[in-house]
C-alpha cells in the first residue's frame, strides 16, 4: 500500500515540475495619455532576453524575459528627451535560435509625448 503511494508521488512530481511555467506581472505599455499633451517625436527602445540553457526542446531557464517589454519602453523614452510617455504603441518581436537559447528581442516604438500643464 505505501509502496503504492509512493509511486503516484513520484510519477505525480516530474509531471507537476513539467507542467509549471513561468510567468511575469502584466504591462502597461500605453498608458492612457494626458488631457493635453505635445508630441515630441518619434521614440524606438529594444530590450532583449533569452530562454534555454538546457536541451533544445527543454528550454526552460529565462534570463532577462520577464522584462524586456518594461525595459524596451523605458529605453523608447529615453530615446526622445523630455517625452514621459508614448501613444501609437508598436510593439515587435524576433527571435534567434542559439543551440543552448532563444535569444527574444521586443522593439517598441510611438510617438513620444510630453505633458502640458497649461
Known amino acids: 500500500m505505501i ?5 503516484g508521488l513520484a510519477l505525480l512530481l516530474p509531471a507537476c515540475l513539467l507542467l509549471q511555467a513561468c510567468s511575469s506581472a502584466p504591462t502597461m505599455v500605453a498608458p492612457q495619455p494626458p488631457a493635453k499633451y505635445q508630441k515630441l517625436g518619434r521614440a524606438e527602445g529594444q530590450a532583449c532576453g533569452a530562454l534555454g540553457m538546457v536541451a533544445t526542446a527543454y528550454y526552460a531557464i529565462p534570463m532577462g524575459l520577464n522584462s524586456r517589454v518594461e525595459r524596451a519602453y523605458a529605453t523608447a523614452l529615453e530615446s526622445v528627451p523630455g517625452a514621459t510617455s508614448l ?3 508598436e510593439i515587435q518581436e524576433q527571435w534567434t535560435w542559439a543551440v543552448l537559447a532563444t535569444a527574444r528581442c521586443t522593439t517598441v516604438t510611438g510617438d513620444a509625448i510630453k505633458e502640458n500643464k497649461e
Request: aromatic share 0%; net charge positive; hydrophobic share 50%.
Open 3 to 7: 509502496a503504492r503511494k509512493l509511486q
Open 87 to 89: 501613444i501609437n504603441v
